[in-house]
């Protein structure tokens, strides 16, 4: 089975710019969640997607969304970027028909804001 | 208090040496307890998962779990350069916002 794809891997944005981040689950897997990583906070959880509709979210403030689509794949954007918002996004998909909580990361997108 | 407290190291052991990585966590409610695996410019890899207190082993890999000092670690035997790497503990809760990740110990395998 294929892993989980993220794109772009790379991206560079200047502030006030907005952004969409693109996550390709592994086949079969119906839950996305989002993390942010920074070497300051670590990973932080984002949001978790599952068929369709947002099912938790963590605190990051509403410029930060997402969306998921019918075959799963899901989006996430960030509008008015800041220059703190550089950090490496990282997709993680499971499926809860499987281990709870047995997550698979993608490579991340790796975003920089000038 | 932060949930998870990781000591982020770097930890540097001669090949061979058995490695011993620990977090402790704040909240007892925590059901799901991981170890990732992140090199670098990669995203975090599941090593190991367990949903109670006790061992877990798996090849040259230990987790173990003490939910009564709130307490989780993973041990390496036989370590190999290629086992260096950041290591993240992880825990989660059933029906939670997501997991919550220690900041991860870079540990360095030197052969």
């Known amino acids: 089975k294929a892993g989980v794809t993220q794109t772009p891997r790379y991206l560079i944005k200047t502030r006030g710019q907005q952004v969409t981040l693109s996550c390709s689950p592994i086949?079969?897997?119906?839950?996305v969640s989002w993390y942010q990583q920074t070497p300051g906070q670590g990973l932080q959880f984002l949001f978790e997607?599952?068929?369709?509709?947002?099912?938790n979210k963590g605190n990051f403030p509403g410029r930060f969304s997402g969306r998921q689509f019918s075959n799963s794949r899901s989006e996430m954007n960030v509008s008015t970027l800041e220059l703190g918002d550089s950090a490496l996004y990282l997709c993680?998909?499971?499926?809860?028909?499987?281990?709870?909580?047995?997550?698979?990361f993608g490579p991340g997108t790796r975003l920089t804001v000038t | 208090q932060k949930e998870v407290e990781q000591d982020p190291g770097p930890l540097s052991v001669p090949e061979g040496a058995i490695v011993s990585l620990n977090c402790t966590y704040s909240?007892?409610?925590?059901?799901?307890f991981m170890w990732y695996r992140q090199y670098s410019r990669k995203g975090p890899e599941l090593l190991m998962y367990?949903?109670?207190?006790g061992n877990k082993e798996d090849g040259r890999f230990t987790a173990q779990v003490d939910k009564s000092s709130k307490y989780i670690s993973l041990f390496i035997r036989d370590s190999q350069p290629s086992d260096s790497a950041t290591y993240l503990c992880?825990?989660?809760?059933?029906?939670?916002?997501?997991?919550?990740f220690g900041k991860g110990t870079h540990l360095i395998i030197q052969p």
């Open positions: 993680a998909s499971s499926d809860p028909g499987l281990a709870v909580y047995e997550q698979y």
């Open positions: 086949s079969g897997h119906r839950s």
């Open positions: 997607y599952f068929s369709e509709t947002q099912r």
């Open positions: 909240n007892s409610a925590f059901q799901y």
């Open positions: 367990t949903y109670s207190s």
């Open positions: 992880a825990v989660g809760l059933r029906g939670a916002d997501g997991l919550t």
